[in-house]
């Protein structure tokens, strides 16, 4: 457990109806910065609790330093206890379909009236238009907004490894949170924020388009590209493993030749320039491929690491956890997993006064703070026993 810090968003109360990446991303990083978040469950629990495969380690990774409140909100008796909560907020977030929070009461003008300097951030599949009704997932917007086409070779359309638009959304989502609190200091009104996945998206395929706009030409699969830079590649080397090396500048070519021993190559007229050499990847880069192909990947690290050249071992994810740099520089932090068996987490990748935002509070168990906060809202011990005998709660 890191050492408490006093962090940016310390006072502020979050109230969580979110469930899968894209909210909880949000609500994790406003907890991690300091914010209270109260994550409101369902009595059987988020679904991401029980996922198996590429979710298993959904819940565990971004439900740190929350609260869980076990309720049934579709009794009268629970949405009450979630408004009483909401009135003494900052922050509602929610990333249901729409219309859902409305039939539950929970609608931005709702709260609004209740709270006037509430923040409602809604994270959908689309901003408002002609798709918002649409059911998204990260696959969806990838493939409908150029994202999976650009990662995939030419006719294999391919989803990123991750799921970037769920994350990112949730980080616009707080970026959104954040601008809207600030503003709040100088009106002394809450608002709506509103982050989707489709725009998120496009956000990220923007320079493609962009591309597109300046030189007339569509942009090429990331596969097939025609690349920027000269060397810019995976190399297989001694013993078929693999390594990411590039030379991106004139300067960085002439240290890499330097390096090797390439003479021949530095002084060839035809790669004089990065464009040259760009225009001659056909015939240069088998070239380079079989000069380095001798060499351990070890050994052109070494290389490259001591020119100030680029490379990049290629890494499985579960090889991160052994990752000295990680290690040595605290981007990992103890995490109890649900089953009580020991891990580490990637943390916020950013500093604060050079310290990282740290794992507070494990994810919370289903309902762990369920009777506490309610004794907060005014709940005697009475009346919390009778709504976890009606089923109303769950502690």
Not at 30 to 56: C, F, H, M, Q
Not at 118 to 134: A, C, D, N, T
Not at 278 to 305: G, K, Q
Request: proline fraction near 7%; include cysteine; hydrophobic fraction near 40%.
């Amino acid at each position: 457990m890191n050492k408490p810090q006093a962090l940016p968003l310390q006072g502020i109360r979050v109230i969580e109806f979110t469930h899968m990446v894209m909210g909880p991303s949000c609500g994790m990083i406003l907890a991690d910065l300091g914010a209270e978040v109260i994550k409101v469950e369902p009595l059987a629990g988020d679904n991401t609790r029980k996922l198996l495969g590429s979710g298993a380690g959904f819940f565990s990774m971004f439900n740190r330093n929350k609260q869980s409140l076990a309720v049934d909100v579709k009794d009268p008796r629970g949405r009450e206890i979630v408004l009483k909560l909401v009135a003494g907020a900052d922050v509602f977030s929610e990333n249901f379909k729409p219309g859902t929070m409305d039939r539950l009461g929970f609608g931005p003008a709702a709260l609004a009236t209740l709270n006037p300097r509430l923040i409602h951030v809604s994270h959908k599949g689309f901003l408002p238009g002609p798709y918002e009704q649409r059911t998204a997932l990260d696959e969806v917007v990838q493939m409908m907004g150029g994202l999976a086409y650009m990662t995939g070779p030419e006719g294999r359309p391919l989803r990123a490894g991750t799921s970037v638009n769920d994350i990112m959304g949730g980080m616009f989502g707080a970026i959104g949170a954040m601008a809207a609190l600030a503003q709040r200091e100088k009106s002394g009104r809450g608002q709506e924020v509103q982050s989707a996945l489709f725009e998120n998206n496009v956000f990220l395929v923007a320079q493609h388009m962009m591309q597109f706009a300046v030189t007339g030409k569509p942009a090429a699969p990331m596969p097939g590209r025609i690349s920027a830079w000269a060397v810019y590649d995976v190399f297989t080397v001694k013993d078929g493993e693999q390594i990411f090396l590039a030379a991106v500048s004139d300067t960085q070519w002439a240290l890499f030749c330097d390096a090797f021993g390439f003479g021949d190559l530095k002084a060839d007229p035809r790669l004089k320039t990065n464009n040259d050499r760009v225009n001659s990847r056909d015939w240069m880069m088998p070239i380079l491929r079989s000069r380095l192909a001798d060499h351990t990947a070890a050994e052109l690290s070494a290389v490259f690491e001591k020119n100030g050249l680029p490379f990049a071992p290629i890494t499985q994810p579960e090889d991160l956890f052994d990752d000295p740099h990680l290690n040595a520089t605290g981007g990992l932090a103890p995490l109890t997993l649900p089953d009580g068996r020991e891990t580490r987490v990637p943390l916020l990748p950013l500093t604060l006064d050079g310290e990282r935002p740290g794992v507070r509070s494990q994810p919370p168990r289903l309902g762990e703070h369920t009777r506490e906060l309610l004794a907060q809202a005014g709940y005697s011990a009475q009346d919390i026993d009778a709504l976890l005998s009606a089923d109303i709660i769950r502690c």
